[in-house]
């Protein structure tokens, strides 16, 4: 085989050299490869925000209770028990 300057290269030198440069090519590809965290800023915000919402919910429930003459402990179970159903 003839490479760009008209020498003669032999097929093994061809053959280790496009080895050598799809080894280098998947190395770098690996090194840029960054999978997604899942631990990742807007997840957390995300999570954060959920838990607001829960605790608001939460705390309406309760109050809803108290507010129809349940006692607290009655308003707690009450609460949880809801907390507990997926609607």
Known sequence: MMNLFGVPVSDDVVAAF?????DKK???????????SPFGKKE??????KAK?????AKKFFD???A??????E????TVG?????F
């Open 26 to 36: 998947r190395e770098e590809a690996k090194k840029s490869f960054k999978p997604d």
């Open 75 to 78: 308003a707690f179970k009450l």
């Open 53 to 57: 919402k829960s605790a608001d919910t």
């Open 82 to 86: 809801n907390l507990n159903t997926k």
């Open 64 to 66: 809803a209770y108290m």
């Open 68 to 73: 129809q003459g349940f006692t607290r402990a």
């Open 44 to 49: 957390s915000q995300d999570v954060e925000n």
């Open 18 to 22: 496009l080895a050598a440069a799809a």
